[in-house]
């Protein structure tokens, strides 16, 4: 079973998959019904970000921790390698690791682009493996992430890796003065002591993403769409004249990726814009990179305001970023921009293809801008706030199962094999986005389960915000017991 967030795929060519929110189990072993702990197929997981300065053996490591040779990005001169992440699995439990990449060839300074990796960490990540080369020791750049790292809220682990063998113990012990506590001596290359690192950091990592990382400063907002639609110009709009884009955090004297955008009286991270603003030229690979660009920063968003050009037909490109959208789980709000081209026939055309093409976000609100005029940007502001409302939202399972149960009993789902399924109870597992388990007998027909998320969003709401439903059916385990 793949975590639908990690999928990367076309979701409309998944046979598993309805609409991109579903997920079956149906692999269910004797006792794992009753055992809490058992891994939830649609249930967002907690990061891991390994962050540290370049050679210290990052790489090597995330390779190690996930069990794959992936995490080799490749570089290209002038491309940013972007934060990129993998699904990890220890002892049965499972994370994501994101490797936060390397060098920033515009840069200012190596402290600096490795400090605001920290920085970015720091913000989304559930706990953070900071990685020093024990043989090396402590570097004037270790000592700086160092010195980020220790404000963090999010669980810090030190990793003193390049610890080959018993010699170089002392040398680790040493890491001590980074004030970042017990340093861990591994080899990435060899494996020794990872193990036990790897325990460390499942004890730090909570069982669900962090819920608060809200409360650590404004929503995040992620400016996505295909080349040309006008991101930068809306970024701008939004900004005014650059005035109200504050482009030091408070705090700190790293360089920013984000921006700070005042909207409706509240401040708001527009993520990456860094990113946004450095264009990529039409080079081999562009696009490759514009999707690992969108992929960053919808990782790092809680809401994409994805951006269409309303005054030429819906392609495929845009439905391709909408998928990454779906893919991240993130709230949606969907800006038609470019209104200002837009007329009558026009107007017509487009209503036909998002009743075509946008069929399976009908919970996506939408806001018809133009970046160029300023027209109804504003209007973006209530959009998000619903949004960002429904992603975070929580149902209680008293709550849930009434309403259930009088949807079921009303319409039933269709029998399968000439069994009647039963649904015997709902439980929201998750928030961000809203993510439920539905304990059944037997397999629910697509139909169906397409009819309960209308249901549960009739009665909900969740306007704006992806829902997941995933359905644990118990028939095996039933069948071994008779
Ligand atoms: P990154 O830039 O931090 O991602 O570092 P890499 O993973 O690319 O590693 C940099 C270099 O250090 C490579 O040549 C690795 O083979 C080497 N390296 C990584 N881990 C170890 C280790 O545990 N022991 C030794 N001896 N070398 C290592
Ligand atoms: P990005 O690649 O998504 O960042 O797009 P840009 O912001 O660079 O915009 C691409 C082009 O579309 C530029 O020539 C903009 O002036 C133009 N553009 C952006 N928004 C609007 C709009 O609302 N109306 C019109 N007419 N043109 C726009």
Redesign the pocket.
Same mark, same amino acid.
């Given at each position: 079973m793949t975590d639908d967030r990690t999928a990367t795929g076309d979701l409309d060519g998944g046979a598993q998959f309805a609409d991109g929110t579903w997920s079956d189990e149906t692999d269910w072993e004797i006792g794992e019904f009753d055992d809490e702990s058992g891994d939830e197929g649609a249930v967002a997981l907690p990061t891991l970000a390994v962050v540290g300065r370049p050679n210290v053996g990052k790489s090597t490591l995330v390779n190690r921790i996930i069990g794959r040779r992936e995490a080799v990005v490749q570089d290209v001169p002038g491309v940013t390698r972007d934060r990129v992440s993998y699904e990890g699995n220890w002892n049965g439990r499972r994370f994501m690791v994101q490797d936060t990449g390397g060098w920033e060839p515009d840069a200012k300074g190596l402290q600096q682009s490795v400090a605001r990796q920290a920085e970015h960490a720091m913000q989304t990540a559930d706990a953070i493996l900071v990685v020093v080369d024990a043989v090396v020791g402590a570097t004037a750049t270790d000592e700086a992430v160092a010195r980020v790292l220790r404000r963090s809220k999010a669980p810090v682990l030190l990793a003193a890796n390049k610890v080959d063998d018993e010699r170089g113990e002392a040398e680790a012990a040493s890491l001590w003065s980074l004030g970042l506590g017990e340093p861990y001596p591994v080899s990435a290359v060899h494996g020794r002591g990872t193990g036990d690192l790897l325990d460390k950091v499942l004890e730090a990592l909570p069982e669900a993403p962090r819920e608060g990382t809200a409360a650590a400063g404004p929503r995040r907002v992620a400016l996505v $769409?295909?080349?040309?639609? $006008?991101? !930068? !110009? +809306?970024l701008?709009k939004l900004a005014g004249d650059e005035r109200s884009v504050v482009h030091n955090v408070a705090g700190t004297t790293v360089d920013p990726v984000d921006s700070i955008v005042e909207l409706g009286g509240r401040p708001w991270r527009f993520v990456d814009t860094a990113g +946004?603003r450095r264009?990529v030229s039409h080079a081999s690979g562009a696009e490759f990179y514009a999707s690992l660009r969108t992929r960053g920063a919808l990782e790092a968003a809680e809401v994409a305001i994805l +951006?269409i050009d309303a !005054?030429e037909p819906i392609t495929e490109q845009d439905l391709r970023v909408l998928s990454m959208v779906a893919d991240a789980g993130r709230a949606l709000v969907l800006a038609f921009?470019?209104?200002? +081209?837009v007329d009558e026939d026009r107007r017509y055309q487009l209503e036909r293809e998002i009743d075509r093409d946008l069929e399976r976000v009908p919970w996506a609100q939408r806001v018809n801008? !133009?970046?160029?005029?300023g027209?109804a940007v504003q209007k973006l502001v209530p959009a998000l706030d619903t949004a960002l409302e429904s992603w975070d939202k929580r149902i209680s399972t008293g709550r849930l199962n009434t309403w259930l149960k009088e949807v079921v009993a009303a319409t039933p789902p269709p029998m399968r094999g000439g069994r009647l399924p039963r649904i015997l109870f709902a439980t929201q597992a998750g928030t961000r986005p809203p993510t439920f388990v539905l304990f059944t007998t037997g397999f629910l027909e697509a139909g169906y389960r397409r009819f309960l998320e209308r249901r549960l969003r009739e009665e909900f709401g969740f306007d704006g915000s992806p829902v997941r439903i995933s359905v644990r059916v118990r028939e095996k385990r039933d069948r071994r017991k008779r």
């Open positions: $769409g295909k080349p040309n639609v $006008g991101k !930068s !110009s +809306l701008n +946004l264009k +951006l !005054s921009n470019k209104w200002d +081209l801008i !133009s970046a160029h005029t027209r």
